[in-house]
């Protein structure tokens, strides 16, 4: 059974960094064709996909925020990691982990839950 | 300003079939056999619902299909239940940016 959860804090104020934390079971991101990706989704708005790290490690980033984030796994822990700097109110979303199968073209087959995150002073 | 284009809103009655259409470039719909469709009920997170233009994961109702044509692909629901009212986004591979897909902005679906 594979799940995603999502982990972070639900404030952050404008400049801070946020760290979010994907914490998967059911799969290993060791198995070739398999990653994880973070999608965004402020309220009442569309899906945004920010970024993904694959099985060989290999990482990519949106064009629009690839400047303010940066992804990272812990195979061990089973663990993906996501941090973005410089977090303003218009990133407040909720932001999901899913896992991502490279061979089917990137389909984004099982989801976290999602966890809210408001950029407040 | 998603990338791929969907319509807003659309609506039927119970049992009436539905299609929600997504379009695109020939750097991503009309390029790729790779798109995929997901459900979100309010206050949810997203489920997948059709991969590959056409494929239905385990346990999705047949009621529900995919397909494409050039620029522009499209979700199917046929003998609408009241279950199915959700906003629905579809998702397409592209070669236009650092390899991360793109979604439609999505399409608020009604059962009337």
Same mark, same amino acid.
């Given at each position: 059974q594979v799940t995603l959860r999502e982990s972070g804090p639900a404030l952050v104020?404008?400049?801070?960094?946020?760290?979010?934390?994907?914490?998967?079971?059911?799969?290993s991101l060791n198995t070739s064709g398999l990653c994880v990706s973070w999608i965004r989704q402020p309220p009442g708005k569309a899906?945004?996909?920010l970024a993904r790290i694959d099985w060989e490690d290999d990482k990519y980033y949106s064009t629009s925020?690839?400047?303010?984030?940066?992804?990272?796994?812990?195979?061990?822990?089973?663990?993906?990691?996501?941090?973005?700097?410089?977090?303003?109110?218009?990133d407040t979303a909720t932001y999901y982990c899913a896992?991502?199968?490279?061979?089917?073209?990137?389909?984004?087959?099982?989801?976290?839950q999602g966890?809210?995150?408001?950029?407040s002073s | 300003q998603s990338?791929?284009?969907? =319509? /807003?809103? #659309? !609506?039927?009655?119970?049992?009436? &079939?539905?299609?929600?259409?997504?379009?695109?470039?020939?750097?991503?719909?009309?390029?790729y056999n790779y798109v995929s469709w997901y459900q979100q009920h309010p206050g949810k997170a997203p489920k997948l619902m059709?991969?590959?233009?056409?494929?239905? =994961? /385990?346990? #999705? !109702?047949?009621?529900?299909?995919? &397909?494409k044509s050039d620029n522009t692909a499209s979700l199917t629901i046929s003998g609408l239940q009241?279950?199915?009212?959700?906003?629905?986004?579809?998702?397409?591979?592209?070669?236009?940016?650092t390899l991360g897909g793109v979604f439609g902005g999505g399409t608020k679906l009604t059962v009337l």
């Open positions: 104020k404008p400049t801070q960094t946020l760290t979010l934390t994907c914490t998967f079971s059911g799969f899906l945004e996909w925020l690839k400047t303010r984030l940066t992804i990272s796994k812990d195979t061990s822990k089973n663990q993906v990691v996501l941090t973005m700097t410089n977090m303003r109110p218009v896992r991502t199968t490279m061979f089917r073209g990137l389909t984004h087959d099982y989801w976290g966890t809210l995150v408001t950029v | 990338a791929l284009t969907q =319509p /807003s809103s #659309v !609506s039927g009655s119970p049992g009436q &079939s539905i299609t929600i259409s997504c379009t695109g470039t020939s750097r991503d719909v009309g390029g059709i991969y590959e233009v056409t494929n239905r =994961p /385990s346990g #999705v !109702s047949t009621r529900f299909s995919g &397909s009241a279950e199915d009212e959700a906003d629905y986004y579809c998702h397409s591979y592209t070669s236009t940016t």
